[in-house]
């Protein structure tokens, strides 16, 4: 994966940060919907069950993070990695999707902080 600090720097700061402290260990695709998205649970609800979150995991993990959109930073690709969120445009945490064709729908509406480099061709067709 490669972030995008330079589009949404706090939410590539969050994640990466995130990753760095092992809260994604163990946290599952709950979604996956063809030709739209693979989505991850969020890291202090979604993980395998007997998984735990150390104090620093669980704190990092349930801090929100604002949305950060550019209107020429668009849901185009396959690969672009897309922050999930509930109906508050700012309730971003720890899931997020990997969209797995074009979504235009979503642009300015979710903040969009990085792109998948390689690891498509290890999957079967979505």
Same mark, same amino acid.
């Given at each position: ?5 330079? =589009?949404a720097?706090?939410?590539?700061r ?9 809260a994604?260990?163990?946290v ?5 919907d ?7 649970a969020? =890291?202090?609800?979604g993980?395998?069950? !007997? =998984?735990?979150?150390?104090?620093r995991q669980?704190?990092? !993990? ?10 020429? =930073?668009?849901?185009?690709?396959? !690969? ?11 309730s ?11 979504a235009?729908?979503l642009?300015?509406?979710?903040t969009?902080? !990085?792109e ?6 290890a999957?079967?067709?979505?």
């Open positions: 994966m490669a972030l995008y600090p330079e =589009v720097p706090i939410t590539a969050h994640i990466l940060k995130l990753a760095k402290l092992g994604y260990n163990s599952h695709f709950f979604r996956v063809k030709g739209f998205v693979a989505q991850t969020d =890291v202090v609800f993980r395998l069950e !007997g =998984v735990g979150l150390d104090a669980m704190e990092d !993990g349930d801090k929100s993070v604002p949305l950060e959109v550019l209107p020429e =930073v668009k849901h185009d690709k396959r !690969g672009i990695l897309s922050m999930g969120r509930h109906s508050d445009p700012n971003g945490k720890s899931s997020f999707s990997i969209l797995l064709g074009p235009p729908h642009d300015m509406q979710y969009i902080f !990085g998948v480099t390689k690891g498509f061709e999957q079967g067709p979505v």
